[in-house]
């Protein structure tokens, strides 16, 4: 009796643990779904926010290339503002020669933006190579400037070499020559036309001093012939002589970078032109002889040439006597494809 009741008890309680687990199983099942489905929807959730950021980029990417577009017009609207004669007065058209050296690139980039202060200018740069250089191309695009770029070589048996003493041959002769071509043939309406050379140092006030040439007008330079400055000498509004070391009795004793000459002037007189045979540091003074032009027909600005606002700066040479011996201790040096 007692062990059938044990037997039941053992049946009675193997049944319950039985139904504890199975209902417990049920509960465990729906935790594991359930977590099933949490994750289901996380992934339903990152999915729909990487759709909608999706298509966040596409407006972006779009709006993009709309701004990019608009910017190209107003880039365009730009130069074409720049290269007209909007501001009602006389346009100044700057020739710089120039030649490929190490630091050409950077003396260029400088002049450029010097040029970007001075309102209605046309900056003609004249290469001395027998093509035009994507670097130099570079330097005009990248300055915004209204420009024109050309190119003039001059022929090896009269080419300073790197070596030569820089006053041995004449510089820029070929180059000057082919902007002033440039300006007969393309220059319009009032004008003024300055020579300056690509390493010289320009006060944005200088270009407000010639805007108004008559014929020529003068000013001092700084930091030239060994002297703190060279300057026509000024009395009663007209320049009497030079100040200048070097051969005074030049006709007109100045530096290229001292004067500017009105457009009409270069019209009037089309063969006038710079001379490889003008003679050592004549270059200035034969150009202004073959204009017909007489010392008092000189203008002289820059507060009666007491102020200095160009200055013959000349760049230093750089040395690049390291790269071999980098090459030789460590193995490498400067990457060549890297433009200086
Ligand atoms: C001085 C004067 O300032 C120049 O205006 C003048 O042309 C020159 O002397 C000269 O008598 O020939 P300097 O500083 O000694 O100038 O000369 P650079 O600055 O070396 O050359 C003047 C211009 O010609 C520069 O813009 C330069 O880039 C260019 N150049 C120079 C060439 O186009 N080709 C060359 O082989 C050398
Ligand atoms: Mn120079």
Request: glycine share 4%; proline share 4%.
């Amino acid at each position: 009796m007692i062990q059938r009741k044990l037997i039941n008890l053992y049946i009675a309680g193997t049944a319950l643990a039985f139904l504890w687990i199975f209902i417990n199983f049920g509960l465990w099942c729906d935790d594991s779904r359930d977590s099933l489905e949490l994750e289901q929807k996380k992934v339903q959730i990152l999915q729909q926010k990487t759709e909608s950021q999706k298509s966040q980029i596409e407006v972006l990417k779009r709006h993009k290339d709309e701004l990019s577009a608009e910017l190209k017009k107003l880039e365009r609207r730009l130069d074409t503002l720049q290269g007209e004669d909007n501001s009602g007065v006389p346009r100044i058209y700057i020739i710089t020669p120039t030649h490929n050296r190490l630091e050409q690139k950077a003396d260029l980039t400088r002049l450029s933006y010097t040029l970007r202060l001075v309102p209605n200018i046309h900056w003609i740069v004249v290469e001395d190579a027998d093509h035009k250089s994507d670097l130099v191309k570079n330097v005009l695009a990248n300055s915004k400037l209204s420009c024109s770029h050309l190119f003039a070589s001059t022929p090896p048996n009269v080419k300073l070499k790197e070596t030569d003493p820089n006053w041995l041959k004449p510089r820029g002769v070929l180059q000057r020559n082919e902007a002033l071509r440039w300006i007969r043939l393309n220059a319009k309406n009032s004008g003024v036309v300055y020579l300056a050379d690509d390493d010289n140092t320009y006060d944005i006030r200088l270009f407000e001093e010639m805007r108004y040439t008559q014929k020529v007008s003068v000013w001092p330079v700084g930091l030239v012939g060994y002297l703190r400055y060279e300057s026509p000498k000024v009395r009663n509004k007209k320049v009497v002589g030079w100040h200048t070391y070097w051969k005074p009795q030049r006709k007109f004793a100045m530096d290229m970078a001292g004067f500017a000459v009105n457009l009409e002037l270069i019209r009037s007189h089309p063969k006038a032109a710079f001379r490889m045979s003008a003679g050592r540091g004549n270059q200035e003074s034969d150009l202004l002889t073959q204009l017909g032009l007489e010392m008092s027909d000189l203008e002289p600005r820059a507060d009666d040439c007491t102020k200095v606002l160009v200055w013959h700066t000349r760049t230093e040479k750089s040395s690049l006597k390291n790269e071999e011996k980098m090459l030789k201790l460590y193995n490498y040096n400067s990457d060549p494809n890297i433009e200086v």
